[in-house]
């Protein structure tokens, strides 16, 4: 059967549209963005069109998981390639509202995760960040009654919040988390990418390759300490203002000193001009 791309900007047009999947027993699997769409996102819609009947893609920037210093005036909006792409990716719904449906007047309920969401990374340097990632998830949770709700291994953190989250909250959504896809070169795609200047972008891949090198060297045994040690002193000397590199349990994000202590990720965050990236990898 053809299926249309249909844009909802309304809860109870949204609800109705679920409704009617729900009825009739299909499988729903939603992928919340902010939109300026790239082909991570759209691998995010690949796998979940292999796990449900429906795929939902929400689009909002979602204004309470921005501090007055950050960049939600100037984040990329390009809403008609976005759309173009949702199109040809075979997506049914997209959810749109506005940040008056999202937020009206007198909404007065925040979520206030913790664990994961206080493990002193993200955190630290955007502490308003995990309060309005978990507020407008949950919400979209709601709105949306997915089964599946797929999120990119590229926000390591956020992944382990709204996996908590949706556990503690005893939701039934399995969040599914989607590796992340790179440039040829290493870089993980973002949608802040578009910030790099030409220069910039040359230099961007490092964090990757010390992510990748650090692994390599943590899974031979050697030191977790001391190969952090190597990697912050590599990332400062090229160019990086470095946030943080850290070693941490990968499903709890505690710190870990061995690899005898559990699963290891090594998570970074460093700006490079006015431009911030972050990635994480396995070990
Ligand atoms: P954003 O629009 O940046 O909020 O991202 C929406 C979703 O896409 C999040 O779950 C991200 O983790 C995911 N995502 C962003 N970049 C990538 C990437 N390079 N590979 C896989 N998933 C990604």
């Known amino acids: 059967m053809a299926r249309r791309l249909r844009v909802m900007r309304t809860v109870p047009a949204l ?16 992928v919340p963005t902010m939109g300026a769409l790239h082909a991570g996102h759209l691998e995010l819609v690949r796998q979940a069109r292999r796990r449900a009947e429906r795929v939902v893609v929400s689009i909002f920037v979602n204004p309470a998981q921005f501090a007055p210093h950050e960049d939600f005036g100037t984040y990329p ?25 999202m937020y009206p007047e007198g909404f007065a309920t925040r979520i206030a995760p913790e664990g ?31 089964d599946f709700a797929m999120f990119g291994q590229k926000d390591y953190q956020q992944l382990r919040v709204v996996t908590q989250m949706a556990k503690d909250l005893d939701l039934a959504v399995k969040v599914i988390g989607v590796p992340t896809l790179r440039e040829k070169d290493g ?49 400062d000397l090229s160019g990086f203002t470095l946030d943080y590199f850290e070693a941490r349990h990968a499903e709890t994000l505690a710190p870990i000193a061995s690899r005898k ?4 990720r090594l998570l970074v965050a460093a700006r490079i001009g006015k431009t911030r990236l972050i990635d994480n990898i396995g070990v």
Do not use: M
């Open 77 to 101: 909006r390009t809403w008609g390639s976005d759309i173009k792409a949702l199109n040809d990716a075979k997506v049914e719904l997209v959810w749109a509202p506005s940040a008056q449906v």
């Open 261 to 264: 202590d559990g699963p290891v």
């Open 187 to 235: 870089l993980a795609l973002s949608s802040r990418n578009v910030y790099l200047s030409a220069g910039e972008r040359a230099n961007a891949p490092l964090l990757h390759r010390v992510l990748k090198a650090s692994a390599e060297r943590i899974k031979k045994d050697e030191k977790i300490e001391d190969v952090l040690d190597v990697g912050r002193r590599q990332i």
């Open 116 to 146: 994961p969401a206080k493990a002193g990374l993200e955190d630290k340097f955007r502490p308003h960040f995990f309060g309005g990632v978990a507020t407008v998830v949950a919400k979209l949770f709601t709105q949306c009654r997915p």
């Open 15 to 30: 609800r109705r549209a679920v409704e009617l999947f729900r009825k009739k027993r299909e499988t729903i699997a939603l």
